[in-house]
């Protein structure tokens, strides 16, 4: 078996144990997909066998170890979102979805204005505030004026 299906098995039959992962494979994705589906640390094959001590220790004691280079992988993947997003160009639709939230019309008005129903312009705007990872309509109006949008 190949050490993620190890890994999927192990967190299948006792979600409660707590996963150390050592790999020779030491790339930010697969960091951060053993971390996000539930591995309580990550080592490098070769780490140091104090490393090694402290992170048992630790996962023992807090239930995670993150040494300074994992800790910069998880906070970049954090961040990401707001980041990725600025690369993410709205569509011709959501730009006017946008525009006409901006003049201040209703999701009813901006739907009969562009000939869609009320409720794709509601998912319109919930995916926008998904992939600009802003909170609310005012912060999503800020992020596309920032950028240009509107």
């Not at 954090?78 to 999701?107: H, Q, W, Y």
């Not at 309509?137 to 949008?149: D, H, I, Q, S, V």
């Amino acid at each position: 078996m190949a050490g993620k299906e190890v890994f999927e098995k192990i967190k299948q039959n006792y979600p409660n144990i707590k996963i150390i992962i050592i790999s020779a494979t030491f790339c930010d994705a697969t960091i951060v997909e053993y971390i996000k589906k539930g591995a309580a640390s990550f080592l490098y094959k070769n780490c140091k066998f104090d490393t090694l001590v402290e992170a048992i220790t630790s996962v023992q004691n807090y239930g995670m170890y993150y040494d300074p280079h994992i800790s910069k992988i998880l906070v970049n993947e954090l961040v990401k979102p707001r980041e990725s997003a600025t690369e993410n160009k709205f569509s011709e639709l959501e730009i006017n979805v946008l525009r006409l939230i901006r003049d201040g019309l209703t999701s009813k008005e901006i739907g009969e204005r562009l000939f869609i129903n009320n409720r794709t312009v509601e998912w319109h705007r919930s995916q926008m505030l998904k992939m600009t990872g802003t909170k609310n309509t005012p912060e999503l109006m800020a992020f596309a004026a920032k950028r240009g949008y509107i």
